[in-house]
């Protein structure tokens, strides 16, 4: 059974930070691109981070550039997104995504950052 579990997400005041982690089961985690992916009510679902199933190359969305940092830990099934200075157009939920010759999906975790 393919699992992907978001935790981390919370409340966070403007500048502050925080870390999601996506723990990943039932697929060869090794072998999938992992992905962030972000949405807000109404709109769009937004791609946030990327990183190749090694671990060696990484994309970001230009806004987040600087301040966000996708990882991840192939022996323990896991990806990360690690925050920081977070605005209050970062606020959304936040989704956990595996590709490769399938696609998964995790059930989101909020980040709302507001003072």
Known sequence: Q?????????????GGSLRLSCAASGFTFSRYVMSWYRQVPGKKRELVAVISSAGSSTNYKDSVKGRFTISRDNA???VYLQM????PED?????CNAAAEYVYWGQGTQVTVSS
Not at 2 to 14: C, K
Not at 84 to 87: A, F, G, P
Not at 91 to 95: H, K, L, S
Request: glycine letters at 12%; zero cysteines; a neutral charge.
């Open 76 to 78: 323990n099934n896991s």
């Open 84 to 87: 920081n200075s977070l605005k």
């Open 91 to 95: 606020t959304a939920v936040y989704y």
């Open 2 to 14: 393919v699992q992907l579990v978001e935790s981390g997400g919370g409340l966070v005041q403007p």
